[in-house]
């Protein structure tokens, strides 16, 4: 049995390795005992306190410029990948969960223009690519709407308790991947 990990060629004993990743160090600090005061705090912990529309706002943000090609809103290209590679749904290599996401990525795009103004509408008929065809994107709040309808969809005992739903997705499927 193991007692210490080593990494770049420095061994580091578990129960050491633990300390510095102690859960509770809040507690620790108030009682005055900074001496045990640990490096790093654990991820799960530190993100039960953030709220899912931040976590949800970096991942949009990261959507949008962080893959390629860099853009002002999520395209299906890209929400389809987001929820591929955060696996979102276990099993969405089926095509009934493919269809799913498309459809919320569908459904909320529609919903966005509905809401536009006639001067945006016109403004975006102009934003059109060379055969015609609009550009079709998710806007950061219809993002957030698109991937809450997903969340039902995953976890449908959870109907009546949307924000607890999207809970679970963001730790289960964005902050643990």
Not at 17 to 46: K, S
Not at 121 to 141: F, P, Q, V
Request: charged content about 30%.
């Amino acid at each position: 049995m193991l007692k210490a990990v080593t990494n770049f060629r420095v061994p580091i004993r578990y129960k050491d390795l633990e300390n510095m990743c102690m859960d509770d160090w809040r507690v620790l600090i108030a009682q005055g005992d900074f001496r045990t005061d640990p490096l790093h705090e654990q991820r799960v912990h530190y993100f039960l306190d953030v709220t899912s529309d931040i976590v949800i706002k970096y991942a949009f943000d990261l959507l949008c410029q962080g893959w390629y090609p860099k853009s002002d809103g999520v395209d299906s290209a890209k929400w389809a990948k987001f929820a591929r590679d955060m696996r979102i749904f276990p099993d969405i290599h089926k095509p009934k969960r493919a269809a799913q996401v498309d459809l919320s990525f569908k459904r909320n795009v529609s919903r966005m223009e509905d809401a536009k103004s006639d001067k945006q509408k016109k403004k975006d008929a102009k934003n059109t690519m060379g055969n015609g065809a609009n550009i079709r994107k998710l806007s950061a709040e219809y993002f957030m709407k698109a991937l809450e309808e997903l969340a039902l969809l995953r976890f449908p005992k959870m109907a009546t308790e949307p924000g607890l739903a999207m809970k679970h997705v963001v730790m289960d499927n964005i902050i643990m991947v």
